[in-house]
């Protein structure tokens, strides 16, 4: 046993640690991996924000999107004479006391008949909301970013839209494209009068 021990002990005196070299190849190979982390993180930082103003475009977009639709499924009719890919308008049910007006109906209250006018140009659209058959009033911008005036289509193409599709296109703050938001709905009480 003294013996082995004594082996041991001689053995580990001959050991003289680690040279030069290999303490600098260490210290490089750590320098290469915290650069290649480090340079990961900047880029991320970096791409932060565009990713941000995207996301925020997108959701507005959303936004807008749901209220058109629900406004175009509250619609009797569309206006012939103002159903281009730049401008839409019809009469829809509203739920305010007056057409144009602020505030909201009560609970028990019926919704009234008003034109709602929709208006998009290569860089927002904007809505008016006025007594039936009137086309003109205060105008409120509600999206700005777009760019393309090419908003509305509608099915069937001639005679009375039952159906009229959105399509948002803004440009993506990454800079490859257009960002597309689209959906569409059919006025569901086209058959009715007011």
């Known amino acids: 046993m003294r013996r082995a021990l004594s082996r041991g002990v ?17 210290a490089l190979m750590g320098v290469i991996v915290m650069g290649a982390t480090a340079s990961l993180m900047i880029s991320a930082v970096k791409s932060q924000p565009k990713i941000s103003e995207k996301s ?8 807008v999107m749901e209220r058109l639709t629900r406004e175009i499924r509250n619609g009797i009719a569309v206006a ?16 305010t006391p007056t057409c144009g007006g602020t505030g909201t109906l009560g609970s028990s209250a019926k919704a009234i008949p008003c034109q709602v006018t929709y208006r998009c140009t290569t860089t927002k659209c904007s809505r008016i909301e006025a007594a039936p058959g009137v086309y003109e009033g205060t105008e409120r911008t509600i999206f700005s970013g777009i760019d393309s005036a090419d ?4 099915t069937p ?10 399509t948002l296109r803004f440009p993506n703050p990454s800079g490859s494209g257009d ?5 569409g709905a059919s006025l ?6 007011y």
Do not use: M
């Open 80 to 95: 012939p004479e103002k159903a281009t890919a730049s401008e839409v308008s019809f009469t829809s049910y509203v739920r």
């Open 151 to 154: 908003v509305f289509s509608y």
């Open 10 to 26: 001689a053995r580990a005196r001959r050991e003289e640690g680690i040279t030069l070299v290999e303490l600098l190849v260490g």
């Open 179 to 183: 960002l597309t938001i689209s959906d």
């Open 188 to 193: 569901r009480n086209a058959n009715l009068s």
């Open 157 to 166: 193409s001639e005679g009375p839209a039952r159906y009229i599709e959105v």
């Open 56 to 63: 925020q475009t997108i959701t507005t977009a959303r936004w």
